[in-house]
């Protein structure tokens, strides 16, 4: 009680004053008593306590960020919903659909692809329709808390008759701009124009929502993540309780894991199908299901952004016979029309298409 009873009690000056008969007035100070420097570091101590005792009741996590970084992620946050924008007003246009290259240049009047035309369907021809029509600035598709140097803007997009087109006057989008710098359809390197992941298209479910369906529980654009291998699942509530990362550049030692927070987990921005934002701080949220059947029994599975729980290598309870689990990610090359829908290709397409950070 004593040291409160010194901290929060004022000590003042007091006037007295004289018989005024007397004409003479006079004032007496009572000295104050200043605080120890041993009171001062235990008022601190208490504060930074006190301050430690109520970050749990705040609704956001609390992470330790460098001056700005706060705003750089409010700007990370519009760039994801401005892209998904970009999307909805293609689909306003294209009968609700989002863009598929191989559906847009038909006449491959823009690129050609050995196989059939759906390899067309790449990250890189995906965003660069977008940019071509205007509907985002190369700018956009650069995270500004991108922290990679294989990743930078397109500051030579071409517009109009792109150069590197089959047919450049007749040419949909400029096929320079790369969605990944190990993309596969030209056979060079180079750096990857796109920061950002987007739902594979592959799966009868995922290419049901490659459309403006307005789902608000169908996330469609995020940061990009690391590279998961499988997940510990509990049989009780079927959640993921962790996750087991690739070791190396690609998972363990991924960059994409410090965009937002600290190295040791992915924290993004998650655009979902109705155009709203959320900052997700985990690559499996508990809520977050897909219905898997084998036989007569029926199961719901935590889904994650960036596992393939269809792939047998993750070691989900049930297989995802239908393919609907989500996933995120840049992809070098479109799959085939076979790996577009046929189970049992899709997996493997995810797996040999996708491109982390650090693949060589």
Known sequence: MGLWFHVFSIVDSRLQVADPKQGIVTMTTRRTRGLALIEVIVIMAMVCLLVVLLLPLLNTPWRPRAPGDAALHTRDAAQVREIHKGLIMWAQQNSDAYPLP?????????????GDASRKNASGSIYSILVYNGLVMPDVLISPLEPSDEIVKKDDYEYYDPSAAVNPSRARWDPAFRGTPRDIRDGQTGPGNVSYAHLALAGPRRMAEWRATLNSDYPVLANRGPEELNGTWDSTTHAITG?????????????????????????????????????????????????????????????????????????????????????????????????????????DYISAARWFDGQD
Request: with cysteine; proline share 5%; charged share 15%.
């Open 102 to 114: 191989s559906e847009i240049d038909a006449a491959s009047d823009t690129i050609t692809v050995d």
């Open 243 to 347: 996750t087991a990362l690739a070791p190396g550049m690609t998972g363990t030692s991924s960059i994409t894991l410090r965009m937002h927070g600290f190295a040791d987990s992915w924290e993004g921005n998650v655009a979902y199908n109705d155009n709203h934002v959320i900052f997700e701080t985990t690559t499996h949220r508990p809520d977050f299901v897909y219905q898997a059947t084998s036989g007569e029994q029926t199961l719901q599975i935590c889904d994650g952004f960036f596992l393939d729980e269809a792939n047998p290598t993750v070691g989900a309870p049930f297989p995802d016979l239908n393919d609907i689990n989500i996933y995120l990610g840049l992809f070098r090359v479109g799959p085939t029309a076979a790996q577009q829908s046929e189970h049992g290709l899709i997996s």
